[in-house]
């Protein structure tokens, strides 16, 4: 009975990824789209995700104070609302963003003839580690409100501001000039696909 | 009845692909895959004629041939690795890596099981076909996984090769699990099911392979870095660092 249950299995993951696999649409990874939205990610956490000001008035228990000890009830319902919304919303957009960026290790890893499985396991690992860091809190989030981890969210925005700071060096080699002829190069390629 | 007309519909569908191979400049392309068609035809109309002429002997002729084509299968695998993982050096060091851990261990547990399970024994032909069916599941499984991972395209013909193939393995695998589990008595469904989704998979490679479609050729004017060294250690800094901000946060 084990024997059968352990071949079916192996069957049903087959099958499961074959359909995956018929349902997969191209992914434009590693090509120049890849590098624009890297770069738009990285710019887009740095410049409006990331910055200190924006967090610490995302998860600022002062409002919070100020409307409790000033708003009847149903204000204070609806402020708690809108921050949990906005907390939430503030947490799946540093997530997609940090996918993004894994995105683009693995689209220039894959080139490497030199590339060591066990090391890109590691980072696999990692990186589903952050992500799912950024799962948590928004759980933690939604179950207990914004204000729930405040330490957590602050370690998000430090380890994501990190990563921008890596990926930053990691996308040096695209300066300027070269940036605006893979746009110029993505747009001809969404226009052709459209 | 159902069962002639499911051997007729298969050998008319591998026909008309060996003959659309080099029609559509097919057959130099993806030799391994029409090797292995070829010899699926050539087992199939034998059969027929075996089981016309020498009934008595069908049974020890499909089991030859059917591991002959069992191997042979292998070379689909071979095919789709030289088209899809080639140009990603990375990405096919990966696969090979991963393929050899595959063997590996599925070769330490054909080692290891019979000696912790009195009970299990490949004795059988079914069982054999089984396991072998078996490993060639978990190559695929672990090749798409890494297709996925690395955001690798694949054109029309290869995901054709891949569906197909993949789909026959998964009815083969749990049919001759359920064949072997259940006994002599799962014959019957068994005799049908198994060329019934051979016959599903040529009709997906038909469609596939009706013209030829490149498989879609990485973008070789991006500049990357030189260095995979340096790309690794700066991720991985990354991530030192990260991981070292969420200890604070869990201790604090």
């Not at chain 2, 559509?24 to 027929?48: M, N, P, Q, V």
């Not at chain 2, 912790?116 to 798409?144: H, K, N, Y």
């Amino acid at each position: 009975m084990i024997q059968l249950i352990f071949f079916l299995t192996v069957g049903v993951l087959l099958f499961s990824s074959l359909f995956f696999l018929a349902r997969r649409k191209p992914r434009p990874e590693g090509t120049s789209d890849a590098l624009v939205e890297a770069r738009q990610a990285l710019s887009s956490l740095q410049a409006g995700l990331l910055p200190e000001k924006l967090v610490k008035r995302v998860f600022d228990r002062g409002d919070w104070e100020y409307v409790k000890s000033e708003a009847p009830k149903p204000v204070r319902q609806l402020f708690l609302e809108e921050r949990k919304r906005i907390a939430i919303l503030w947490i799946d957009q540093v997530r997609n963003q940090i996918k993004n960026l894994s995105r683009f290790h693995r689209g220039s890893a894959r080139h490497y003839a030199k590339l060591n499985p066990r090391t890109e396991m590691s980072l696999a690992f990692s990186f589903f580690g952050l992500v799912c860091s950024c799962r948590a809190l928004q759980l933690a989030v939604s179950m207990a409100g914004p204000y729930a981890a405040p330490r957590l969210v602050g370690a998000v925005a430090n380890a994501a501001e990190r990563t921008c700071k890596v990926s930053e060096q990691s996308l040096a080699f695209l300066n300027a000039a070269q940036l605006g002829m893979l746009t110029n190069r993505a747009a001809g390629s969404a226009l052709s696909r459209g | 009845m159902v069962y002639w007309l499911v051997l007729g519909a298969g050998i008319l569908l591998q026909v008309v692909l060996l003959i659309r191979a080099p029609v559509a400049g097919l057959f130099r392309r993806y030799y391994f895959f029409y090797i292995y068609l070829l010899s699926a035809t050539i087992t199939a109309l034998g059969g027929l004629a075996v089981l016309l002429v020498w009934p008595g002997f069908y049974s020890k002729w499909y089991w030859i041939t059917q591991l002959a084509t069992l191997v042979l299968g292998y070379g689909i695998l071979l095919e789709v690795l030289n088209h899809v993982l080639v140009p990603y050096p990375g990405a096919e060091r990966f696969a090979r890596f991963s393929g050899m851990v595959a063997f590996g261990a599925i070769f330490l547990f054909a080692l290891i099981a019979p000696r912790i399970m009195p009970r299990w024994s490949p004795g059988t032909v079914i069982e054999f076909e089984r396991d072998v069916r078996c490993v060639q599941a978990i190559f695929i499984f672990g090749l798409l996984a890494l297709v996925t991972y690395y955001g690798i395209p694949i054109g029309r013909n290869m995901k054709g090769m891949v569906l197909g193939y993949g789909l026959y393995i998964v009815t083969s695998l749990m049919s001759l699990a359920e064949r072997s589990y259940a006994g002599p008595s799962f014959t019957k469904i068994w005799s049908v099911v198994q060329p019934l989704s051979f016959d599903v998979s040529l009709t997906i490679w038909l469609v596939a392979l009706w013209s030829y479609c490149p498989n879609p050729e990485p973008d070789s004017t991006i500049p990357l870095e030189q260095d995979y060294e340096a790309l690794v250690a700066r991720t991985k800094s990354v991530m030192d660092t990260i991981r070292g901000y969420f200890r604070k946060a869990e201790r604090a």
